[in-house]
């Protein structure tokens, strides 16, 4: 079955960056996009970017531009998100999705989330 | 990028039935596919409608998606209402391989 298996929670300081982890198994990982997004405490859904696991292609938020990198390693079928330069109100859960149909617009399979919490 | 609307809440009874809307600000509603998913407290969001109106397996034939080009706007009916259908619902759309969701609907019923 398909499952998406993320990193732990984190505790950050302002100013420093954090890297997320995504394992992705039951399927061909290079054949669906994936997604990041986050939700901040009590918030809706943020759309943070894609990566093409086949290409390593990625394309974010222009909100997060210049501050997120996306990257995978297709030995292990994982991808990673690394947010820099922290700041208190990116304490949130960060959601892997697997995204499938046209334009791999549709998340059919969400992993867990990771609570990264930055505090001073 | 457009945005989408939901109502903030919305609540109804046992055994009704409840209409969420997702209003597109800009570009035409039909032009990108919309999909509806369900966040319980505590849980990662789940997929409950895609492409407009195709129902994963599993989920039940009560959730029904539609969108209307007059009002430009996406919705989300659930028939027979249940104490667990309880949740937040998200409409979420694409543009340029952007996702766009809306801001959720806290759905409660009484």
């Known amino acids: 079955q398909v499952q998406l298996v993320q990193s732990g929670a984190e505790v950050k300081k302002p100013g420093a960056s954090v890297k997320v982890s995504c394992k992705a198994s039951?399927?061909?990982?290079?054949?669906?996009?994936i997604q990041w997004v986050r939700q901040a405490p009590g918030q809706g859904l943020e759309w943070m970017g894609w990566?093409?696991?086949?290409?390593?292609?990625?394309k974010y938020a222009q909100m997060f531009q210049g501050r997120v990198t996306v990257t995978r390693d297709t030995a292990t079928s994982t991808v990673y998100m690394e947010l820099g330069t922290l700041r208190l109100d990116d304490t949130a859960v960060y959601y892997c999705?697997?995204?499938?149909?046209?334009?791999?617009?549709?998340?059919?399979?969400w992993g867990h989330g990771a609570l990264v919490t930055v505090s001073s | 990028n457009f945005m989408l609307t939901q109502p903030h809440s919305v609540s109804e009874s046992p055994g009704k039935t409840v209409t969420i809307s997702c209003t597109r600000s800009?570009?035409?509603?039909?032009?990108?596919?919309v999909q509806w998913y369900q966040q319980r407290p505590g849980s990662a969001p789940t997929i409950f409608i895609y492409?407009?109106?195709?129902?994963p397996s599993g989920v039940p034939d009560r959730f029904s998606g539609s969108i209307d080009i007059s009002s430009n706007s996406a919705s989300l009916t659930i028939s027979g209402l249940k104490k667990e259908d309880e949740a937040v619902y998200y409409c979420?759309?694409?543009?340029?391989?952007?996702?766009?969701f809306g801001g959720g609907t806290k759905l409660t019923v009484l």
């Open positions: 999705v697997r995204g499938r149909g046209v334009s791999y617009s549709i998340g059919d399979y």
């Open positions: 039951g399927y061909t990982f290079s054949d669906y996009y």
């Open positions: 990566i093409n696991p086949d290409s390593g292609a990625t």
């Open positions: 800009s570009g035409d509603v039909a032009d990108n596919s």
């Open positions: 492409e407009d109106n195709q129902r």
């Open positions: 979420q759309s694409h543009d340029k391989s952007v996702w766009v």
